[in-house]
């Protein structure tokens, strides 16, 4: 039994000038998107993960996460991070001439679901001249490599990657006296929206990435860490079908990644993973953003112990109300998003406390950790998230008291 709620966020926090330019200066491999490592970069990327540990706890996460530091950012904003990194550590990739951002439109009909283009994503197609404007907010920022397509059979080449990134944290841990803290890998089903120049199927190359990055999932486990799982593409991917298909057959086509994905966790232990759902980080309009409620349910399908979500944002905040419906199952938690990442405005911390006390109320105050929507690095500025995460802490503590007494 605990006397306060817990607080983490969702993975990606802002890097430093440092960390930035260093990855701006390493080499790339002739592959064109593999960023060589050199010692000193190791060094430095050690010592800002346990900096950034310590600053964690100082504004009051009390699960706290590497801040996704070894996956790379080559400039302020990007927010592609959490999904360029696994073609560091992936091989049967290459860069290709046609890929996911240039490829064109495909059409869906109903009982066939298929993923189109970015660029034809149904938002983007409603608000055009907004999306065009250069000055209207949306831009995503730069990406540290060129995105490829699967050329070959998939195998996972980030053994050093990932022990790396484990020790960092697991060190950084131990220093601030912290037990628990979480890193975050690609889910098959998002992990496969890249291009698929090989497997007969997309169902196929998605099965290929379960089995690859299953290796990930164990080696985060083994290090004694929270394996988090991201997963926009559950939510997402409604979005990237033109035109929109049927609440069922969306379902159908999910319901494939979460078998998949459930195959990658096979024997691992559901306590020590959460998965993370959101709608994608871009700030956009999100007028065809799929309601909670129909992938709420199917959420639940995945074999994790926790399940964080956006609800803070001005898009989803009202969907608290879905879990007056939807029954957590025993011995489950939920980390709802009780801060956004969506806007510069920092939330008051009796808000916080307010969103945070309405998830209670419904699954439990020991059912509720408090989270962001997504991640905030690479999406606002440092000196905005590192007040987002104080206020995240405060709010926390102020719905413990009132909760506790």
């Given amino acids: 039994m605990t006397d306060r709620i817990e607080t983490t966020h969702a993975g990606s926090l802002p890097r430093t000038p440092e960390l930035i330019a260093a990855n701006d200066a390493r080499r790339l491999a002739d592959d064109g998107f593999t960023l060589e490592r050199t010692p000193e970069f190791d060094a430095l990327l050690s010592s800002a993960v346990a900096d950034l540990v310590a600053r964690q706890a100082d504004y009051g996460i009390t699960v706290p996460g590497d801040g996704e530091f070894g996956k790379a950012m080559t400039s302020a904003v990007d927010y592609g991070a959490w999904w360029s990194y696994s073609f560091q550590r992936v091989g049967g990739l290459s860069v290709t001439d046609v890929n996911v951002f240039n490829e064109g439109p495909v059409r869906s009909e109903p009982g066939r679901v298929r993923?189109?283009?970015?660029?034809?994503?149904?938002?983007?197609?409603r608000f055009a001249d907004a999306y065009a404007d250069p000055d209207s907010g949306i831009a995503t920022g730069s990406r540290a490599t060129a995105?490829?397509?699967?050329?070959?059979?998939?195998?996972?080449?980030?053994?050093?990657?990932?022990?790396?990134?484990?020790?960092?944290?697991?060190?950084?841990?131990?220093?601030?006296?912290?037990?628990?803290?979480?890193?975050?890998?690609?889910?098959?089903?998002?992990?496969?929206?890249?291009?698929?120049?090989?497997?007969?199927?997309?169902?196929?190359?998605?099965?290929?990435?379960?089995?690859?990055?299953?290796e990930e999932y164990t080696a985060i486990i083994d290090g004694g860490l929270i394996l988090q799982l991201d997963d926009p593409s559950m939510a997402e991917n409604w979005d990237q079908i033109n035109p929109a298909p049927s609440v069922e057959d969306y379902l159908a086509f999910t319901r494939i990644r979460v078998e998949a994905l459930n195959h990658a966790l096979r024997g691992l232990p559901a306590d020590r993973i959460r998965y993370h759902l959101c709608w994608g980080s871009w700030h956009g309009p999100h007028t065809t953003d799929l309601e909670f409620r129909h992938i709420a349910p199917l959420m639940l399908e995945v074999n994790a112990g926790q399940y964080t979500f956006e609800a803070a944002n001005a898009r989803?905040?009202?969907?608290?109300?879905?879990?007056?419906?939807?029954?957590?199952?025993?011995?489950?938690?939920?980390?709802?998003?009780?801060?956004?990442?969506?806007?510069?405005?920092?939330?008051?911390?009796?808000?916080?406390?307010?969103?945070?006390?309405?998830?209670?109320?419904?699954?439990?105050?020991?059912?509720?950790?408090?989270?962001?929507?997504?991640?905030?690095?690479?999406?606002?500025?440092?000196?905005?998230?590192?007040?987002?995460?104080?206020?995240?802490?405060?709010?926390a503590r102020i719905a413990s008291r009132r909760i506790y007494g």
């Fill in 115 to 125: 993923l189109t283009s970015f660029t034809d994503r149904r938002d983007r197609q």
């Fill in 316 to 395: 989803h905040e009202h969907e608290w109300k879905v879990w007056r419906d939807v029954e957590l199952p025993e011995g489950r938690k939920i980390l709802p998003g009780v801060v956004s990442h969506a806007t510069n405005v920092v939330e008051h911390p009796e808000l916080i406390a307010d969103r945070i006390e309405n998830f209670a109320s419904l699954v439990g105050p020991a059912n509720v950790i408090a989270s962001t929507d997504c991640g905030l690095g690479g999406r606002v500025h440092p000196q905005i998230a590192e007040a987002k995460l104080r206020a995240l802490g405060e709010g």
């Fill in 147 to 214: 995105f490829p397509s699967t050329t070959g059979p998939l195998r996972y080449i980030g053994q050093e990657a990932i022990a790396s990134d484990v020790r960092n944290l697991r060190s950084a841990l131990d220093a601030a006296g912290i037990q628990d803290g979480f890193i975050t890998s690609i889910a098959p089903g998002s992990g496969a929206r890249i291009r698929n120049d090989f497997y007969a199927t997309d169902e196929e190359h998605i099965w290929a990435w379960a089995e690859v990055m299953r």
